[in-house]
T-cell receptor, first 111, second 114 residues
Framework: DVKVTQSSRYLVKRTGEKVFLECVQD?????MFWYRQDPGLGLRLIYF???????EKGDIPEGYSVSREKKERFSLILESASTNQTSMYLC??????????FGDGTRLSIL | ELKVEQNPLFLSMQEGKNYTIYCNYS?????LYWYRQDPGKSLESLFV?????AVKQEGRLMASLDTKARLSTLHITAAVHDLSATYFC??????????????FGKGTKLSVKP
């Protein structure tokens, strides 16, 4: 079974902090993705990566950056957290053209 | 810009009834996915539809794809309480090959009542 592991289920941070969300997959997938999920808005793509050190902006990249130094790990960074970044964050991975496998999500609260 | 619209967004059904969820998308694509999400849980892949006329069935759920109409449907037959969840369709942004970038609909929250 594919395993996508997100480092935290729940996280509380303060405004202005630099926040790191980590995601690891164990199936050697090329593609990895970061989404945020908000009520009434569905899933929105923040960034994705189709190879090590490669990244592409999604629909809502502002205020975020990413890092993919190793194939199995994709990190999402909130450079200076703000309250409007309070959300559920979902990481996913997939081989090319195949369904994405999602992690359990990180519910992030910015106070 | 690819847009994906699902309807209805909320659906309350009685057990034993049939219903259909619709997923419309705005530009050409040949790959569509359906996912299920239970409350507090992550997304689980249900179906991948790869070509015009594709039909997939699993238990009481059947999904179909009409690429010419840019429409996919998820049909529920004889609903049971265990099907209560939020269902998302997602469309691949690249036509004629895939780079795996999906645009998701807003989801349909299904509640099946006795």
């Amino acid at each position: 079974d594919v395993k996508v592991t997100q480092s935290s289920r729940y996280l509380v941070k303060r405004t202005g902090e630099k926040v790191f969300l980590e995601c690891v997959q164990d199936m050697d997938h090329e593609n990895m993705f970061w989404y945020r999920q908000d009520p009434g808005l569905g899933l929105r793509l923040i960034y994705f990566s189709y190879d090590v050190k490669m990244k592409e902006k999604g629909d809502i990249p502002e205020g975020y950056s990413v890092s993919r130094e190793k194939k199995e790990r994709f990190s999402l960074i909130l450079e200076s957290a703000s309250t409007n970044q309070t959300s559920m964050y979902l990481c996913a991975s997939s081989p090319l053209g195949q369904p994405q496998h999602f992690g359990d999500g990180t519910r992030l609260s910015i106070l | 810009e690819l847009k994906v619209e699902q309807n209805p967004l909320f659906l309350s059904m009685q057990e034993g009834k049939n219903y259909t969820i619709y997923c419309n998308y705005s530009t050409t694509s040949d790959r569509l996915y359906w996912y299920r999400q239970d409350p507090g849980k992550s997304l689980e892949s249900l179906f991948v539809l790869l070509s015009n006329g594709a039909v997939k069935q699993e238990g009481r759920l059947m999904a179909s794809l009409d690429t010419k109409a840019r429409l996919s449907t998820l049909h529920i037959t004889a609903a049971v309480h265990d099907l209560s969840a939020t269902y998302f369709c997602a469309v691949d942004t690249k036509y004629g090959g895939s780079q795996g970038n999906l645009i998701f609909g807003k989801g349909t929250k299904l509640s099946v009542k006795p």
